[in-house]
């Protein structure tokens, strides 16, 4: 029998997803409709997705997200403004640069676990350009901290939004 919390039965209703199990939970009509490029949710009360809008992320408040952890350096185009726009909407907001594949480690995997768990449960979205820096730390993560065997970090990997990055994730699956 499992045994769920009650903030986190809260967060998976709120955000339409109610699996507790490690399989990525089925995104709600609603975080559906934001149109957030590659939006997942690859565990319960966990997004994960490419660059948001100011739109979306007013959206995304609306809809129970309590915490953003954003991989992009301040100096990517598109970005840099999401620190004020979250401010304005009650978010908090946390940079964690990663900038691009060579600054996809272990330890950069280990200071964004540090990051998710600081949420002490809030409804996080981590997000990058399209999220293959997110599923590539995701997966490092998992492996590494939480000790998840190889494949199944692979895959929770992927189901965040690993792409490109695979061949560089599994080489330090090891």
Partial sequence: MRFVS???VATCLSLGACD???EPAQLSVDLQATGVKNLAMPRPG???AGQPTEAQLEQLARLGVKRVICL???DEPDTGWEEAKA??????FVRLPVPGAPAVSVANAHRLGEEIAAAHGATTMVCCASSNR???LLALHAFHDEK????EALALGKAAGLKSLEPQVQALLK
């Fill in 148 to 151: 998840m065997p190889a494949p």
């Fill in 87 to 92: 401010e304005a909407l009650g978010i908090d």
């Fill in 6 to 8: 009650a903030a986190l």
């Fill in 20 to 22: 507790a199990s490690p």
């Fill in 72 to 74: 992009r350096p301040e």
């Fill in 46 to 48: 966990l997004l994960t």
């Fill in 134 to 136: 997110v599923g590539a």
